[in-house]
């Protein structure tokens, strides 16, 4: 472990639990005029935020970061920025993996090795988000750069890519070890945010395998119709991507189940949780029937409400970024106990 200093209070860091970035919502506003000015990112089909209640956005705000922190995770918080109406969407600022390679007794030995890959925003005015998050990371790596694992210090690895990129398009598969990873056309301003152009650097970065998911019309970020979850289940909507997309899916799920998603929940954000480790799951309000199908497979379903910020396109997933995602060479399917270990480790 080692000390973290932020906004004047001591932390202790672990670096093998969960790690989030998050943002206060001090500007966050879902309201439609908002999203119209030049270079702001076009209303999409969820905004309705025109009866927007601000101090009901901070309570579910910190409602959600309680939760984290109850389960084990460590909140970093991002300098929120005033007129960045969308930075509270840590997600889509960055994407991140930890590479921890176990040896053949199944325990790390060598020391992490951090990627960070930095986006390219589609729309302009979200591009300034990118400079707060950046320093939130550097402060972080300075400080991780401290800890160390076996006695030795982690490595890091950054950078950014040059095509339309955003994190809540890439989904890493801890199971199978790769990146879903959602496109659409770039010409198209109601459609995906990312372009598939730039899956190849994400797996030349990452050194993981990349398949892409070409998002429906509305469906702007992958996250809103998929969940790739530790023990290789798929949360899915299959509304929310084209059909051939939705066949890869099914092909990668073998004997693994696909979770289906109805509209109603998919309008909820049912899709858009956090797996905050190998059985507990993060996730917005949605019906009792998605909830229990998700517990029957053995995860702890905790729910939040993020009513405030559904109104802008974003659930509990668009809101955190998780800085240090363990993965390891040939997934959780080669190493089903991984997570276990890493929580032995701490």
């Known amino acids: 472990m080692s000390n973290l200093h932020i906004n004047g209070t001591e932390r202790h860091l672990n670096i093998l639990a969960p790690i989030f970035l998050m943002c206060r919502p001090d500007y966050y506003d879902p309201r439609i005029e908002k999203h119209q000015k030049p270079g702001h990112p076009a209303p999409n089909r969820f905004i309705s935020g025109n009866d927007f209640d601000p101090g009901l956005a901070v309570d579910q705000w910190n409602a959600l970061k309680e939760k984290l922190e109850s389960l084990g995770a460590q909140v970093i918080l991002v300098d929120p920025v005033e007129g960045l109406v969308d930075q509270v969407f840590t997600a889509d600022s960055s994407v991140s993996l930890m590479t921890l390679p176990p040896d053949n007794a199944n325990a790390v030995k060598a020391p992490p090795i951090f990627h960070t890959l930095y986006s390219r925003f589609k729309h302009a005015a979200r591009t300034p988000e990118l400079q707060a998050q950046m320093c939130a990371l550097e402060s972080l790596k300075s400080d991780l750069e401290k800890t160390h694992l076996n006695g030795s210090r982690p490595t890091f690895m950054l950078g950014r890519n040059i095509q339309n990129f955003e994190g809540g398009d890439n989904l890493y598969d801890p199971y199978r070890d790769m990146f879903w990873s959602g496109y659409g056309d770039d010409e198209n301003i109601d459609t995906c945010r990312s372009s598939i152009g730039s899956h190849g650097l994400l797996k030349e970065f990452m050194e993981v395998k990349v398949q892409g998911i070409e998002v429906a019309n509305g469906f702007y970020h992958l996250d809103t119709s998929l969940a790739p979850l530790p023990g290789g289940h798929m949360i899915c909507y299959p509304g929310g991507m084209n059909r051939k997309s939705f066949e890869s ?84 399917r080669k190493f089903p106990n991984f997570y276990d270990m890493l929580r032995y480790q701490r």
């Open 249 to 332: 899916v099914q092909k990668a799920a073998e004997n693994e189940t696909i979770i289906l998603v109805h509209e109603e929940d998919a309008q909820k954000f049912g899709c858009n949780v956090i797996t905050v480790d190998r059985h507990n799951i993060v996730m917005p309000l949605c019906s009792d029937n998605l909830r229990r199908e998700i517990e029957s497979h053995d995860y702890a379903v905790h729910m939040v409400d993020v009513g405030e910020f559904i109104k802008s396109g974003g659930g509990p997933h668009c809101l955190t970024n998780r800085v240090n995602q363990p993965r390891t060479p040939g997934g959780l």
